[in-house]
């Protein structure tokens, strides 16, 4: 009984071409694509019986060593940690792996929830003696150099959500500790450069490129380069570059974000404040409203894609009118019930509204 299918010696016995055909069909598999899943990212899980480097862990077509500098790993000037969602973890394509190879210092902790220090004897270690800090973009956030200034020389202790952004709005949901942090966010200079993923604007970055961001910024008041964010961007740019070969006719999913103002720019998932102060109704997910525009005009609104150039535009289903927040948001959500993702309506005060808005409830820039 045969144990599986012919060894390239045994099939060299039946002839040269049998030899040959089986050394080229071992070639096709060493350079196939990288991450086998068949997706169009590419972000399937790594197939287990191509040879890999030692060094960065990932197939030997793509390594990424030659990126990484002599001097690496970097030891950050924050202490970093990582929430990693599970389905996140197995993404080939994911940035923690490179983050773990730049980074002395890079807590990764693989969970669809945070504990508290309390809880876990990783995140008290991780936090002890240092003000922890939430790289996430939401309600109440504010620039990460106000923490750098304000913490008396406290060392700050980073952390950041890795996952979809789905994903991410679930964690926090699940985790009371991370919504009781103070939040820092990040002004990207333009769109994420994954281009092989797609970012809901150009204020969403990947976990890599926030890392190196933050990094940066904490820096910059020194005037000296961030030799770790430095080390983080050509590694990631290293990596893309070498994935995107990879994938048949692949382009830029970011390209629409750069050169312009997205209005999403300040969006974010809701905090556990944030919903306190709309009221129990408010809808929770992504929002342009806050109590500073209680008593404006509303409008509620969604993104709209052109056939031609794929650019995105804001749509206006509805004109709301002065109502409380609480009842605007309560309208989202209602209005949103059942419809495809991407296809939800949210909130914007009539004042913000771009001027290339198109108007599907008969109140167009006329009516202001």
């Given at each position: 009984m045969s144990a599986g299918p012919p060894t390239r010696h045994e099939q060299a016995e039946d002839g040269p071409a049998a030899a040959a055909a089986a050394a080229t069909a071992e070639l096709a598999a060493a350079v196939a694509e990288p991450e086998g899943s068949g997706d169009e990212e590419g972000d399937g899980p790594l197939a287990p019986c191509r040879p890999m480097c030692a060094q960065c862990s990932r197939p030997v077509c793509v390594c990424i060593c030659a990126a990484l500098p002599l001097e690496a790993p970097f030891e950050p000037a924050a202490r970093v940690a990582i929430l990693q969602h599970p389905k996140e973890a197995k993404r080939a394509c994911g940035t923690v792996p490179l983050l773990r190879l730049c980074l002395r210092s890079?807590?990764?902790?693989v969970s669809a929830q945070m504990p508290s220090p309390e809880e876990s004897a990783q995140v008290r270690e991780w936090a002890s003696g240092?003000?922890?800090?939430?790289?996430?973009?939401?309600?109440?956030?504010?620039?990460?150099?106000?923490?750098?200034?304000?913490?008396?020389?406290?060392?700050?202790?980073?952390?950041?959500?890795?996952?979809?952004?789905?994903?991410?709005?679930?964690?926090l949901d699940r985790s009371?500790?991370?919504?009781?942090?103070?939040?820092?966010?990040?002004?990207?200079?333009?769109?994420?450069?994954?281009?092989?993923?797609?970012?809901?604007?150009?204020?969403?970055?990947?976990?890599?490129?926030?890392?190196?961001a933050s990094l940066e910024e904490l820096q910059s008041t020194s005037g000296q380069p961030c030799a770790a964010a430095a080390c983080l961007r050509a590694v990631?740019?290293?990596?893309?570059?070498?994935?995107?070969?990879?994938?048949?006719?692949?382009?830029?999913?970011?390209?629409?974000?750069r050169g312009r103002t997205d209005l999403h720019k300040h969006l974010g998932v809701a905090s556990e404040e944030g919903e306190a102060a709309a009221g129990a109704g408010a809808a929770r997910g992504y929002h342009t409203v806050s109590a500073e525009h209680e008593g404006q005009e509303l409008c509620l609104c969604r993104w709209e894609q052109r056939r031609s150039g794929g650019e995105r535009y804001v749509v206006v289903?509805?004109?709301?009118?002065?109502?409380?927040?609480?009842e605007a948001l309560a309208r989202a959500k209602s209005s949103g019930a059942g419809r495809a993702k991407g296809r939800k309506p949210w909130v914007l005060p009539l004042a913000q509204m771009p001027g290339d808005a198109e108007w599907f409830c008969g109140g167009g820039a006329g009516g202001k």
């Open positions: 890079c807590n990764v902790m240092r003000r922890c800090v939430l790289l996430c973009p939401g309600r109440g956030a504010l620039p990460l150099r106000h923490f750098a200034e304000s913490s008396d020389g406290q060392p700050l202790a980073l952390l950041f959500l890795d996952g979809r952004w789905s994903q991410v709005a679930g964690m009371p500790w991370l919504r009781r942090l103070p939040r820092a966010a990040l002004s990207p200079a333009g769109p994420s450069e994954y281009v092989f993923r797609r970012q809901p604007s150009s204020g969403y970055v990947s976990t890599l490129e926030a890392v190196a990631f740019a290293r990596m893309v570059a070498l994935q995107c070969g990879f994938i048949p006719g692949c382009g830029d999913k970011n390209a629409e974000l289903e509805e004109r709301l009118g002065v109502l409380p927040l609480q």
